[in-house]
C-alpha cells in the first residue's frame, strides 16, 4: 500500500516538475496541477494509510487512534485542494491574459531567439 | 490629583495628537481654519496636561503608565515621566501651539492645509511618545515614526523637486540611523536583560564594562547623530529646508533635531565617561561646532543660514555632552531649551520675510526696518541671543559651556583644543547673526522684490513676540524663571551626581566672560571686513562647497540603487521564467537533500508483500495518465486534460480507499469544476502542430530536456523514498488525538475533519476563504482588462461546420443546428438544477457530523449553476437566472465575521463555538453547532468565488464576437 501511494506520488511530482521547465503556459498549468495532487497526497500520507477507519465518531464517543485515522492532514488537504482549485483558475487567467496582451503562450511573453 | 488620573492623562498626552491627526486628515481640504482650530486646541490641552503633571515629576519622582502589550517577552506599553520629559513634553507642546497660531496665518488657501495640520499633529504625538517613552523598543518605534513624518511633512508641498529630494534624503539618512539605533537598543536590552527603561538606566555599570559596549554605542551614536545632523551626517538639514516654514521652526529647531541630544543625555548616565564616549561624541560635536558656524557664514538663504547655524549650536550641545562631567550636562540641558526658544523664533521670522517680500535671497533683500519694524526688533534680540550677547537666555548656556570648555577633563589634545574651537565658533556665530540682521534689516530700500513688504497680520507676529520675550525673561532672570524647571530636569538625569550650580546672569571677569567678549568684538570685525564679499557671493562658503554632502550622498545612492543594483540584475537575474523554475526546484532539492544525507536519512527497504493488487492496477492507470498528461501537454492539451482528470480521479479514489472521504467528495467535486474551467479556457491558446520531424531538434534542446528530466526524475525519486520512509514508520504523539477526543465533546460533531476546519483552527478556514474570494476578484478584473487574440476570435470550426450546413439547406435558419447542438442533454441538465441544489444542501447540512460540509456543497452548488450555462449558453442562462456571485462573496465572509465575532458578545475569544442538537420535524435530529453559521459562510463564500471565476470565463464567448466585430469593422475603416 505505502509503497504504491508513494511511487505514485514520485512519478505524479515528477511529472508535474518536468512540466514546470516547459516554455508554454498550459504545460505549466498542468504541471502545476500535477503537482498539486502529488504534494496533497504527500501530506495526506503523512497521516499514514489506514483502511476502514475515517475519522466519523460515533455520537457520544470520543474518537483515537485505535478507531480512527488521523483527522489532521484531512483537514489540511481539505483546504489545500480548494486553494489548489483557485490557483489553478488563477494562473489559467493569467495564463488567458498573457496569451491576449503578447499573442503567444510562451511563459515570458515571447518566443525565444 | 490622584496618581491613576495622572497615569491616564499621560496616556491621553500621547494619543490625543494622533486622534486629532485622524479627525484632521478626515476634514474637507478647504476647512484650513477648522483644522487650524482643531491643532490649536490639541496643543494646548497637551500642553495643559504636561503642566498639571508636573508636581508628579519634582524632585527627582517618575510618573509611569503600564500597559500590557507582549507580556511573555518583557514588552509593555510603558510612558514614563520624569523631570527631563517632562522638560521636553512642556517644549514640544509649547512650541506646537505657538507654531500652529503662525501656520494658520503661514499657510496658503490653495495647499491641503488640513493635510498639513494632520501631519503635524501626528508629528507632535510621536515626539511626545518618543520622549515619555518607558521601553527601549516603543522609544524606537516612535523614533522611527517621527523620521517618517517629518519625511511626509518635509515633502508637504511635493509638487517641488527639491522638497521631495530633500524629504528623500532626511528619511533615507535619518531612516538609516533609526535602524542603526534599534539594533543598539536591542543590544542594550539583551545585555541589560530587559526593555525597561528605569532598569536600563539602572544599569550603568553593566553597560558601560560589557564587550559589546563599543558596538552598542557606535550604533546609538549613529542613530542621535544622524537625527540631530551632526558632521558627517549634517548635510541632510539644509535640504530639509524646502518644508514649510512652519515646518522648520517646529521640527527643525525646536523637536526633531533635538530628538538625538535628547537620547544622548537621556543614555548620559549610562554611556558617558569612557574614552570611546569622549572622543566620538566629542569629535562630531566639535567639527559640527566649528564648521557649521563657518558653513552658516555664507548662506545667501535666510533659512539655510539658520539651518548650519542650528547644526552648529546642535554640535555645541554634542560637545557638552561628551565631556562626561555633570556640570556640561546641566549646560546641555539648559542650552536644549535657549536654543529652541531663540530658533524657532527666527525661522518664523524668517518665514514672515520670506512670506511677505516673496523671496529669501539675502543678496536681495534690504533695509526692511522700515516696513516691518516689529518684525525686526523681534528678530533682532532673537538673533542677539543667538550670539549670546549679555543679558539674553543664550548667553548663559554659552558661559556654562565656556567655563567647562577651559575645565580640564581629560589630558589629550581634543580637550586643550575644546576652548580654542569653542571662542572660535561663537565669533563666528557673532558674524552670522550680525550678518542676518544687517543685511536684511538695515541698509539702503530694497527694489526689485517679488512683492511689496509690511507687517504681517498681529498674529503671525505673536508667537514670535512670546519666544523672544521668553528669551529675554530666562536671560534676565534665570532663577526665578527656567530654574525650578530646569533643575527638576536635571536631577531626574544626573539624580544623585547632580552638581552645584548657578544661573546667575553675571559671574565676575573671569575667562569666560573675555572669551564671549572677544568673540563678540572680533566676530563685528570680521562681518565688517566680509560684507563686500557677502553681498555678492554665491552660495556656500569658499573651497568647502565643492564638497557638498548632499553631493556625495546622491552619489552614493545612485551608485548603489541604479549602478549596482543594474550590474547584479544583469550579472545574476533573469527575467525568464524557465531558468528561475529550475533554480528554485533545484534548490529545493538541494535544500532537502542535504540535512537529510547530513542526518544519515535511512529509507525503509521496500516491502512488496501485502500490496493489494487492484490498489496497484489503480495506481498503474494514474502514473500512466500523470506521465501522458506531462508527454501530451504540448501538442494535445484536450487529451492531456483528460489524462489530468484521470489522476485526479485516482487520487479521489485513493481518498475513498484510504478512509478519507471528505478528501474524496471535495476532490471530485473540485476536478469537476477544474476541467469545466480549463475547456473554457482551451478556446483561446494558439494552435500548435506537431512538426513531425522530432530528428530535426538540435543538440542544445536535447541537452536541456535531458537536464529538465534529470531534475524531474531526481525529485520524484526523493520524494517517493520520504514519503515511503515517513509512512511504514510507527506515527509519533501529535496533537491529532486531541482533536479526535474532543471533537464530539468540544465541538458538538461526529465529522472530526469537519470540525476541525470551522470549529478548532476556525481562524485558518477564515483566512483561507478570504483567500478564495480575494482570487476570485483578481480573475474577475483580470478578465475585464482581457482580450482574446486576434487569430481566435473568429468562431470554432465545429460551429462554422454547423451554420455551413444550415445555410446549404433552405429549409434551415442560419444557427439553428449550433442551437439544436446537445438538445436532450441540455434538458435533463436543466431538470438537475435542483437536484443538484438539493445535493448541496444535502452535503451542507450533514457536513458536521457525516462526510460533507461547506466546502463540498459550495463547489457543488456552483456545478448546477455552471451545467446551465454549458447546457443554454450564456444568454439563455442570464436572461432568466440572476446570480450574484460578488454578492454571495460578500454574505460569505459577513457571515463568517458575524459569527466570529458573535463570539465576542458572549465573552469568548473570536470563533468560538457553541454547539447543541435540535430536534426538526421531518429532517430529524440536526447539529446546531454555532459553527453551522460559520459553514454557512464558507458554502456561500465558495459557490460565490467558483461561480464568479467561471462566468468570468464563460463570458469571453459572448465578448469575442462583438470584439471581433468590432476589429473587422476597423480594420475596414483603415482600408477605406
Same mark, same amino acid.
Given at each position: 500500500m505505502e509503497l504504491v501511494l508513494s511511487a505514485g506520488i514520485g512519478v505524479f511530482a515528477g511529472s508535474g516538475i518536468w512540466l514546470l521547465f516547459r516554455p508554454r503556459t498550459y504545460q505549466v498549468v498542468v504541471g502545476l496541477a500535477l503537482l498539486s495532487y502529488a504534494v496533497n497526497l504527500f501530506i495526506f500520507g503523512m497521516g499514514r494509510l489506514r483502511l476502514n477507519a475515517p475519522p466519523v465518531l460515533e455520537k457520544g464517543v470520543a474518537g483515537g487512534f485505535l478507531t480512527h485515522t488521523d483527522p489532521l492532514p484531512q483537514a489540511l488537504v481539505l483546504t489545500a485542494i480548494v486553494i489548489g482549485f483557485a490557483m489553478t483558475a488563477l494562473f489559467l487567467v493569467v495564463l488567458l491574459a498573457s496569451r491576449g496582451f503578447t499573442g503567444n503562450d510562451h511563459v515570458d511573453g515571447r518566443e525565444e531567439r | 490629583m490622584t496618581i491613576e488620573i495622572a497615569q491616564t492623562l499621560l496616556l491621553l498626552l500621547v494619543l490625543t495628537p494622533f486622534v486629532g491627526s485622524?479627525?484632521? $486628515?478626515?476634514?474637507?481640504?478647504?476647512?484650513?481654519?477648522?483644522?487650524?482650530?482643531?491643532? @490649536?486646541? *490639541?496643543?494646548?490641552?497637551?500642553?495643559?496636561?504636561?503642566?498639571?503633571?508636573?508636581?508628579?515629576?519634582?524632585?527627582?519622582?517618575?510618573?509611569? #503608565?503600564?500597559?500590557?502589550?507582549?507580556?511573555?517577552? @518583557?514588552?509593555?506599553?510603558?510612558?514614563?515621566?520624569?523631570?527631563?520629559?517632562?522638560?521636553?513634553?512642556?517644549?514640544?507642546?509649547? $512650541?506646537?501651539?505657538?507654531?500652529?497660531?503662525?501656520?494658520?496665518?503661514?499657510?496658503?488657501?490653495?495647499?491641503?492645509?488640513?493635510?498639513?495640520?494632520?501631519?503635524?499633529?501626528?508629528?507632535?504625538?510621536?515626539?511626545?511618545?518618543?520622549?515619555?517613552?518607558?521601553?527601549?523598543?516603543?522609544?524606537? *518605534?516612535?523614533?522611527?515614526?517621527?523620521?517618517?513624518?517629518?519625511?511626509?511633512?518635509?515633502?508637504y508641498w511635493y509638487h517641488n523637486a527639491n522638497a521631495r529630494d530633500g524629504a528623500r534624503m532626511a528619511l533615507t539618512v535619518t531612516g538609516t540611523g533609526g535602524l542603526c539605533l534599534f539594533v543598539g537598543l536591542l543590544l542594550v536590552g539583551h545585555v541589560v536583560g530587559s526593555y525597561d527603561l528605569d532598569v536600563v538606566l539602572a544599569s550603568g555599570d553593566t553597560i558601560r564594562d560589557h564587550p559589546l559596549y563599543v558596538p552598542i554605542l557606535l550604533l546609538v551614536l549613529v542613530g542621535a547623530l544622524t537625527k540631530s545632523a551632526q558632521f558627517p551626517f549634517h548635510f541632510w538639514l539644509p535640504q530639509a529646508m524646502a518644508a514649510p516654514t512652519p515646518v522648520s521652526a517646529f521640527l527643525h529647531s525646536a523637536t526633531l533635531v533635538k530628538a538625538g541630544v535628547f537620547l544622548l543625555t537621556r543614555f548620559w548616565p549610562v554611556m558617558a565617561g569612557t574614552d570611546a564616549w569622549f572622543w566620538l561624541v566629542g569629535l562630531a560635536g566639535l567639527s559640527t561646532l566649528l564648521l557649521s558656524a563657518y558653513f552658516a557664514i555664507f548662506q545667501q538663504d535666510l533659512k539655510g543660514l539658520l539651518a548650519y547655524s542650528t547644526i552648529s549650536h546642535l554640535g555645541l550641545i554634542t560637545v557638552l555632552l561628551s565631556l562626561g562631567s555633570p556640570l556640561a550636562a546641566v549646560a546641555a540641558i539648559f542650552h536644549t531649551v535657549n536654543h529652541a526658544t531663540f530658533k524657532a523664533s527666527l525661522f518664523m521670522a524668517a518665514g514672515i520675510i520670506d512670506h511677505e517680500t516673496g523671496t529669501r535671497d539675502m543678496r536681495r533683500l534690504s533695509g526692511l526696518f522700515r516696513y516691518m519694524p516689529i518684525t525686526a526688533t523681534l528678530a533682532m534680540v532673537a538673533s542677539a541671543s543667538m550670539a549670546g550677547v549679555p543679558l539674553l537666555n543664550g548667553f548663559l548656556s554659552k558661559e556654562m559651556f565656556f567655563a567647562e570648555a577651559i575645565e580640564t577633563h581629560r589630558v589629550n589634545l581634543l580637550d586643550?583644543?575644546?576652548?580654542?574651537?569653542?571662542?572660535?565658533?561663537?565669533?563666528?556665530?557673532?558674524?552670522?547673526?550680525?550678518?542676518?540682521?544687517? #543685511?536684511?534689516?538695515?541698509?539702503p530700500k530694497p527694489h526689485d522684490l517679488p512683492s511689496e513688504p509690511h507687517e504681517p497680520p498681529p498674529w503671525m507676529i505673536a508667537p514670535i513676540g512670546f519666544l523672544v520675550l521668553a528669551c529675554l525673561v530666562i536671560g534676565i532672570v534665570p532663577s526665578l524663571t527656567i530654574g525650578p524647571l530646569l533643575h527638576t530636569a536635571v536631577v531626574s538625569v544626573l539624580r544623585d551626581a547632580t552638581p552645584v550650580y548657578s544661573l546667575a546672569?553675571?559671574?565676575?571677569?573671569?575667562?569666560?566672560?573675555?572669551?564671549?567678549?572677544?568673540?563678540?568684538?572680533?566676530?563685528?570685525?570680521?562681518?565688517?571686513?566680509?560684507?563686500?564679499?557677502?553681498?555678492?557671493?554665491?552660495?556656500?562658503?569658499?573651497?568647502?562647497?565643492?564638497?557638498?554632502?548632499?553631493? *556625495?550622498?546622491?552619489?552614493?545612492?545612485?551608485?548603489?540603487?541604479?549602478?549596482?543594483?543594474?550590474?547584479?540584475?544583469?550579472?545574476?537575474?533573469?527575467?525568464?521564467?524557465?531558468?528561475?523554475?529550475?533554480?528554485?526546484?533545484?534548490?529545493?532539492?538541494?535544500? #532537502?537533500?542535504?540535512?537529510?544525507?547530513?542526518?544519515?536519512?535511512?529509507? #525503509?527497504?521496500?516491502?512488496?508483500? @501485502?500490496?493489494?493488487?487492484?490498489?496497484?492496477?489503480?495506481?498503474?492507470?494514474?502514473?500512466?495518465?500523470?506521465?501522458?498528461?506531462?508527454?501530451?501537454?504540448?501538442?494535445?492539451?484536450?487529451?492531456?486534460?483528460?489524462?489530468?482528470?484521470?489522476?485526479?480521479?485516482?487520487?479521489?479514489?485513493?481518498?475513498?480507499?484510504?478512509s478519507a472521504p471528505d478528501l474524496a467528495v471535495t476532490q471530485l467535486l473540485v476536478e469537476i469544476v477544474t476541467t469545466v474551467l480549463i475547456l473554457l479556457g482551451l478556446r483561446w491558446l494558439p494552435k500548435r502542430f506537431e512538426k513531425g520531424d522530432a530528428a530535426a531538434m538540435s543538440v542544445g534542446v536535447r541537452m536541456r530536456r535531458l537536464r529538465d528530466l534529470v531534475v524531474a526524475v531526481t525529485a520524484g525519486v526523493g520524494l517517493m523514498l520520504i514519503s515511503y520512509t515517513v509512512m511504514t514508520r510507527p506515527m509519533p504523539e501529535t496533537i491529532s488525538s486531541y482533536f479526535l477526543e474532543r471533537a464530539y465533546s468540544e465541538g458538538g460533531g461526529t465529522n472530526v475533519v469537519?470540525?476541525?476546519?470551522?470549529?478548532?483552527?476556525?481562524?485558518?478556514?477564515?483566512?483561507?476563504?478570504?483567500?478564495?474570494? $480575494?482570487?476570485?476578484?483578481?480573475?474577475?478584473?483580470?478578465?475585464?482588462?482581457?482580450?482574446?487574440?486576434?487569430?481566435?476570435?473568429?468562431?470554432?470550426?465545429?460551429?462554422?461546420?454547423?451554420?455551413?450546413?444550415?445555410?446549404?439547406h433552405p429549409e434551415r435558419e442560419t444557427g439553428e443546428s449550433v442551437a439544436e447542438y446537445l438538445h436532450i442533454p441540455s434538458v435533463i441538465m436543466r431538470w438537475l438544477f435542483p437536484v443538484i441544489g438539493m445535493f448541496a444542501a444535502f452535503l451542507f447540512f450533514r457536513g458536521h457530523d457525516l462526510p460533507g460540509g461547506g466546502f463540498a456543497a459550495g463547489i457543488a452548488l456552483s456545478i448546477g449553476f455552471i451545467l446551465q450555462y454549458m447546457s443554454s449558453g450564456t444568454r439563455w442562462v442570464e436572461e432568466r437566472l440572476r446570480i450574484h456571485p460578488l454578492r454571495w462573496i460578500s454574505v460569505g465572509l459577513l457571515v463568517s465575521t458575524a459569527t466570529g465575532l458573535g463570539s465576542w458578545m458572549f465573552g469568548y475569544p473570536f470563533l468560538t463555538t457553541h454547539s447543541r442538537y435540535a430536534d426538526l420535524p421531518l429532517i430529524g435530529e440536526m447539529p446546531l453547532a454555532s459553527a453551522i453559521l460559520f459553514d454557512l459562510g464558507v458554502f456561500s463564500l465558495v459557490t460565490g468565488a467558483t461561480v464568479l471565476i467561471l462566468i468570468a470565463l464563460a463570458h469571453q464567448s459572448v465578448r469575442s464576437p462583438r470584439a471581433h466585430m468590432r476589429s473587422v469593422k476597423l480594420s475596414g475603416k483603415e482600408k477605406s
Open positions: - | 485622524l479627525i484632521a $486628515i478626515s476634514l474637507p481640504s478647504d476647512r484650513s481654519t477648522l483644522a487650524a482650530w482643531l491643532s @490649536g486646541t *490639541i496643543a494646548f490641552l497637551c500642553l495643559a496636561i504636561t503642566t498639571s503633571l508636573y508636581v508628579f515629576v519634582i524632585e527627582g519622582r517618575v510618573l509611569r #503608565t503600564d500597559i500590557a502589550w507582549i507580556p511573555q517577552f @518583557g514588552l509593555n506599553f510603558t510612558l514614563r515621566m520624569d523631570g527631563f520629559s517632562w522638560l521636553f513634553s512642556a517644549l514640544i507642546s509649547a $512650541i506646537a501651539l505657538l507654531v500652529v497660531v503662525y501656520a494658520r496665518y503661514y499657510m496658503s488657501a490653495e495647499d491641503p492645509v488640513p493635510r498639513f495640520f494632520s501631519m503635524f499633529l501626528a508629528f507632535m504625538g510621536a515626539m511626545l511618545g518618543l520622549v515619555l517613552s518607558g521601553n527601549l523598543i516603543l522609544l524606537s *518605534i516612535f523614533w522611527e515614526l517621527t523620521s517618517i513624518i517629518s519625511f511626509l511633512l518635509i515633502g586643550t583644543l575644546t576652548p580654542y574651537v569653542a571662542t572660535l565658533a561663537s565669533l563666528f556665530a557673532v558674524t552670522y547673526s550680525l550678518r542676518f540682521i544687517y #543685511t536684511v534689516f538695515f541698509g546672569v553675571w559671574h565676575g571677569w573671569n575667562l569666560p566672560f573675555f572669551m564671549s567678549l572677544f568673540a563678540l568684538v572680533a566676530g563685528i570685525l570680521l562681518y565688517v571686513v566680509m560684507r563686500p564679499y557677502l553681498a555678492t557671493s554665491v552660495e556656500g562658503p569658499p573651497y568647502f562647497r565643492r564638497l557638498q554632502g548632499q553631493r *556625495i550622498f546622491e552619489r552614493i545612492l545612485v551608485t548603489i540603487s541604479w549602478k549596482w543594483a543594474r550590474m547584479v540584475e544583469m550579472k545574476a537575474g533573469t527575467r525568464r521564467l524557465q531558468p528561475q523554475m529550475r533554480i528554485l526546484i533545484f534548490a529545493a532539492i538541494v535544500a #532537502t537533500a542535504t540535512p537529510l544525507l547530513g542526518g544519515r536519512f535511512q529509507p #525503509t527497504d521496500f516491502a512488496f508483500r @501485502g500490496i493489494d493488487p487492484v490498489f496497484a492496477i489503480l495506481w498503474l492507470i494514474g502514473m500512466a495518465c500523470a506521465v501522458g498528461a506531462a508527454y501530451q501537454a504540448k501538442f494535445h492539451r484536450l487529451a492531456a486534460l483528460v489524462l489530468l482528470g484521470g489522476a485526479g480521479l485516482v487520487t479521489c479514489i485513493t481518498f475513498v480507499w484510504l469537519n470540525v476541525i476546519l470551522v470549529d478548532f483552527r476556525g481562524f485558518d478556514t477564515f483566512g483561507e476563504i478570504a483567500v478564495l474570494a $480575494i482570487v476570485a476578484l483578481t480573475v474577475f478584473s483580470l478578465l475585464l482588462r482581457f482580450r482574446p487574440a486576434a487569430e481566435s476570435l473568429e468562431r470554432p470550426e465545429q460551429q462554422r461546420v454547423q451554420n455551413a450546413f444550415d445555410a446549404r
